[in-house]
């Protein structure tokens, strides 16, 4: 059983950091990608920043470019988000995810992230 427990939000003024955890525990066999999302109030989830298992090539969400980054720690099984410059729309609840590449997906519970202005 794959488990994905977030950490790391909270609120945190404009021009501020955070910096997300996502401590997976469980074997994925054959896992592609991790990535994480943002769910903001009234909004869909929105894809932040993805990175492949295999290479470590990221991808990020245009209005997070350039101020945030996704790493990881194999030797940890934790997935990381630094979050810099934040800006009060960067407001939401913040999923980690992990992708085999077999279709399946596994999420974890969430973390709130909210910056003030």
């Known amino acids: 059983q794959v488990q994905l427990v977030e950490s790391g939000g909270g609120l945190v003024q404009a021009g501020g950091s955070l910096r997300l955890s996502c401590a997976a525990s469980?074997?994925?066999?054959?896992?592609?990608?991790m990535g994480w999302y943002r769910q903001a109030p009234g909004k869909q989830r929105e894809l932040v920043a993805t990175i492949m298992a295999s290479g470590g090539r990221t991808n990020y969400g245009d209005s997070v470019k350039g101020r945030f980054t996704i790493s990881t720690d194999n030797a940890k099984n934790t997935l990381y988000l630094q979050m810099n410059s934040l800006k009060p729309e960067d407001t939401a609840v913040y999923y980690c995810n992990y992708n085999d590449n077999y279709g399946h997906g596994y999420w974890g519970q969430g973390t709130q992230v909210t910056v003030s202005s």
């Open positions: 469980g074997r994925i066999a054959s896992l592609n990608a």
